[in-house]
């Protein structure tokens, strides 16, 4: 696929992202961020489902939806795709980037947004700012989808098993937000597609912007042209023509 292509899939998926996103809001802001029927009835349901191992099990799986945990799961992210020390280095770096600038936008859009979090007697964990988007939900799905994307793109066995399972964390924290009372579903909801949204915009910068030594490394294409990653091949090409000293 070429960069031109790649560019317009992101472009493409990122504005419906965006647009269901906007609706979501509009419907969950509205009106004094009052919840929807889905929302109480979740929420209810919650309520009547709380055994202590149950709570155990999920306020220690949303404790890895923010803090730290994402962060180091990220430069594991970027050390897992990239081949050579410099390109290792660049991938982390560059998710650490895209996820501290969605965090500091999401943080904006709450403030934007100004939707209550449900009442403080139903909370289960601790909580503050406001409900809409969900932070961990939105922090936990962007991590999940670089894990992902790394993943995809480089290839290793069982591939397939480790996307499940970063998926799976990624829609499992947000839950967890339901079911201890901190958050309506419709949080959780915008903050998933908040997250699509999001990565959607640093793939399309990526594509369009990151030069295309880099690109290919990321990508695998050097690799799968027999060249070294990185412009290796241009390294050893150079001493080689070098006249002796």
Sequence with gaps: M???DAAGRAALVGCGAWAAFAVV???AAGGDGAPLPVDRGLLSWSLGHRPEVALAVAR??????TGAVPYVLVVLAGVLLGRTPRLRAVAAGLGV???AAGQMVRYGLMELAARPRPPRLDWATAASGWSFPSGHTSTSALTAGLLIAATLLRGPRGRTALCVVAGCWGVLVGLTRVYLGVHWFTDVIGGWLYAAGWLAVCLYAAVRWLPPDVLDGLSGKEVAAGKPPGGAERSYSARRARPPA
């Design 25 to 27: 809001g509009v419907v």
């Design 60 to 65: 220690g799986l949303t404790a890895t939806g």
């Design 2 to 4: 070429s960069r031109r």
């Design 97 to 99: 980037v895209c996820l």
